[in-house]
C-alpha cells in the first residue's frame, strides 16, 4: 500500500490555479479584484504554495515553552505583594513589575514570593546604587530576577533622558557588569501604540539594539524586546517571526555574546470605551498571534484597561486567557507551528527585508538617536498613523461598535475612572515624544460631549 497519498494526484502549479482564478473571474482584473496592499506595502495574493518562493525560515520558536506574564504596577508595597500572591496561584508563570520611584523598596516585594517563579523589574528611574542593591539580593537568595534597564525607552516616551546620554549611558554600563540577571531592554511597543507599521516597529527595535552594542562595551546578557500585537492575524505572527529572525542577525553581525526573548502584550490602538466587551475578542487573537509567533513571555491586556483602575474581575478575565490557549487550546503543544506555512513564511520574508532595509537607511544617517533628535523617526510614525486614521475615519479599517455598528444605547460617560485619551502636558524636552494614540479616540470624544449634552 502506498503510504504517500499525494503521489497519486498530478500537482497543479500556481500558474494552472492563477489561469483557473482568472477564467472564474469572468473578465475582471486578477490584480485589481484579489491582490490587495498592506500599510506594509506587502502585496498579499489569494493563495500561495510551494513554487512560489516560501520555502521555510530558519527562525528557532520554543512555543512549548511560553509563559503567561502578570504585569503589577507597584504604587503600594503591600498591596502589590498581596495581589501577586494571588496571580501566582492563579494561573501567573511570570510577573513584571514596574516600580515607580526609589522609595519603593522592590526587595520587600521579592523576599515575600516564592522562589521558583520568574520575576522582571521596569523602572521609572535609573540609580546604580538601587539596582545594585536588588541585584545582590536576589542573587545571594536565588531568585530568578531580571532587571530590565531601557534608557532609550526613557528618551522616546518622556521626550528627555533620565539625566542626559553620557550619564544614563554610564549608569547602564557599570550596571550591566554587576551580575548576569541585570539586563538591556528595547520597547517597541510605543511605536506601535502610536501608528508605526510592522516593519518601522521592526526597524527600530534593531536600531536600538545598535545604538545600545555600539555604546556599552560589555553586553553578554540576554536583551528583553517588548512588542504590542495588534489585530491583523498572520501578519502580527509574521511579525514576531521576523523580528527574531533580524534580532539574531544584527547579534552575529556584533560578534555579541548575548540572546533575545521577547515579550508581548496587546495592543491598545485598536481597543476601544464603547462596546468594550469586543476588546476581549480583540486580546485574544493578539494573543494568539503573539503565541504562534513565538514570543517568550505573553501577558494579556484587560478588556477594560484603557478606562478603569485595576481591578481584579478584569485582571482574571485576562490571565484566564491565556490560560485557556495554554491549557485547553493547547497552543504550546508544538514548537514552532508556523514553519512551512506558505502564507506566513511570505510575509515573515517580506517584513524581514522592508525591515532590513529601512534599519540600513536608519544606520546609514547615524544611527535612531541622531534621527530622534532631528525628529525624523516621530514624523515617520506620525505618517504612518495618519494613513491609518485615515482608513478607520473612511470606514475601511473596522473597529466593530466603534465605526461599525455601534450600539447607540451605550453610554460610558459614569463609568471612566481612567481619562480614555492622550494627555497634553506641553513642557521643554530635548526631543519630541513619541505619544501612543489610539484609533477610536476622537469618535469616542464626541460620543462622550453628546452624552454630556444630553444629561444637561
Known amino acids: ?6 503521489e497519486d494526484f498530478n500537482k497543479v502549479s ?32 489569494p493563495f500561495y504554495q510551494d513554487d512560489q518562493d516560501n520555502s521555510p525560515l530558519a527562525i528557532p520558536t520554543n512555543t512549548s515553552a511560553f509563559d503567561i506574564m502578570q504585569r503589577i504596577y507597584v504604587s503600594d508595597i503591600p498591596k502589590s505583594i498581596s495581589k501577586a500572591k494571588v ?9 513584571l513589575f514596574t516600580i515607580d520611584n526609589t522609595e519603593l523598596d522592590a526587595q520587600k516585594i521579592l523576599e515575600r514570593l516564592p522562589k521558583e517563579n520568574t520575576y522582571f523589574f521596569y523602572f521609572n528611574f535609573l540609580e546604580l546604587s538601587y539596582i545594585e542593591k536588588l541585584s545582590s539580593y536576589a542573587a545571594k537568595s536565588n531568585y530568578k530576577v531580571h532587571l530590565v534597564l531601557n534608557p532609550l525607552e526613557q528618551l522616546q516616551k518622556d521626550g528627555n533622558w533620565y539625566s542626559n546620554l553620557e550619564s544614563d549611558f554610564n549608569v547602564l554600563n557599570k550596571a550591566l557588569v554587576l551580575d548576569d540577571n541585570i539586563n538591556l531592554g528595547v520597547n517597541i511597543s510605543i511605536h506601535q501604540n502610536a501608528g508605526a507599521t510592522m516593519v518601522q516597529q521592526i526597524s527600530y527595535a534593531l536600531a536600538q539594539i545598535s545604538e545600545y552594542l555600539h555604546r556599552v562595551p560589555v553586553c553578554k546578557n540576554t536583551i528583553y524586546i517588548e512588542t504590542s500585537v495588534g489585530s491583523n492575524y498572520f501578519f502580527e505572527i509574521a511579525k514576531l517571526r521576523a523580528l527574531r529572525m533580524l534580532c539574531d542577525l544584527v547579534g552575529k553581525e556584533f560578534n555579541a555574546n548575548f540572546e533575545f526573548k521577547i515579550l508581548a502584550i496587546p495592543s491598545k490602538r485598536n481597543k476601544t470605551l464603547y462596546d468594550y466587551n469586543v476588546n476581549m475578542l480583540r486580546t485574544t487573537t493578539e494573543s494568539m498571534s503573539a503565541i504562534l509567533g513565538g514570543a517568550d513571555y505573553v501577558s494579556n491586556l484587560a478588556y477594560d ?5 485595576e481591578n481584579e474581575f478584569s485582571d482574571r478575565i485576562a490571565r484566564n486567557q491565556l490560560l485557556i490557549l495554554k491549557q485547553e487550546s493547547y497552543f504550546n503543544a508544538v514548537n514552532n507551528p508556523c514553519q512551512g506555512a506558505y502564507y506566513i513564511e511570505y510575509l515573515t520574508s517580506q517584513l524581514a527585508q522592508k525591515a532590513l532595509d529601512h534599519f540600513k537607511k536608519i544606520e546609514r544617517n547615524d544611527g535612531l538617536i541622531t534621527l530622534l533628535i532631528q525628529g525624523i523617526i516621530q514624523k515617520e510614525i506620525v505618517e504612518s498613523s495618519q494613513k491609518e486614521q485615515e482608513l478607520f475615519d473612511d470606514g475601511k ?11 447607540e444605547n451605550d453610554f460610558m460617560s459614569n463609568d471612566l475612572e481612567l481619562y480614555p485619551f492622550v494627555k497634553q502636558n506641553p513642557r521643554k524636552t530635548l526631543i519630541i515624544p513619541i505619544i501612543e494614540k489610539r484609533l477610536a479616540q476622537e469618535v469616542e470624544k464626541k460620543r462622550l460631549d453628546l452624552e454630556k449634552q444630553s444629561n444637561n
Open 1 to 6: 500500500m502506498n503510504n504517500d497519498l499525494f
Open 14 to 45: 500556481s500558474k494552472e490555479w492563477k489561469n483557473l482564478i482568472q477564467f472564474d473571474l469572468k473578465g475582471k482584473d486578477y490584480n485589481q479584484t484579489l491582490v490587495w496592499e498592506s500599510l506594509e506595502n506587502i502585496k498579499v495574493r
Open 87 to 95: 496571580v501566582l496561584e492563579k494561573g501567573a508563570q511570570s510577573l
Open 305 to 309: 484597561a484603557i478606562y478603569h483602575k
Open 397 to 407: 479599517e473596522v473597529l466593530l461598535g466603534t465605526n461599525k455598528y455601534p450600539n
